[in-house]
């Protein structure tokens, strides 16, 4: 079986990247995703009448050119879609606790919106298309 992720969501930081000694390029960010909420098998309203949505963060890392790539052109507030792998780790910490996170190791990300700004350059609500 193969270990393959596709998301699609909005970054929810300016991504950072780190320069590891040997010389990798590591690029970290966070993505929020979202899907309408269900309770009994139905989608639930708000009382606005829309669909009430359940938000998702996702840890992404970014390695070498995709990592300098996403740190030069990317922003929070960006629609982006990430192709990549699920990567689990489990530790021991200091007071002997076996802990569990996972990531996402991206192979590539494709930029979809930038984030709206207002006349004065500053970040507003919702996302404008890229103009390709």
């Not at 970054?11 to 899907?35: C, F, H, Q």
């Not at 390695?63 to 990549?84: D, P, S, W």
Request: proline share 3%; glycine share 10%; hydrophobic share 35%.
């Amino acid at each position: 079986m193969t270990n393959i992720v596709f998301l699609a969501g909005n970054i929810g930081n300016d991504p950072e990247m780190v320069n590891t000694r040997g010389g990798t390029k590591i690029t970290d960010l966070r993505l929020a995703t979202s899907r309408p909420k269900r309770a009994d098998g139905r989608v639930v309203k708000g009382e606005n009448g829309y669909a009430e949505q359940d938000t998702e963060w996702h840890r992404i890392k970014c390695f070498n050119g995709l990592a300098e790539t996403v740190q030069k052109h990317c922003i929070k507030g960006m629609k982006v879609a990430v192709r990549g792998r699920i990567h689990y780790t489990r530790w021991t910490d200091n007071d002997d606790i076996e802990r569990f996170s996972s990531e996402i190791i991206a192979d590539a990300i494709d930029f979809l919106a930038w984030p709206k700004r207002d006349g004065a350059g500053n970040q507003t609500e919702g996302t404008d298309d890229i103009p390709f």
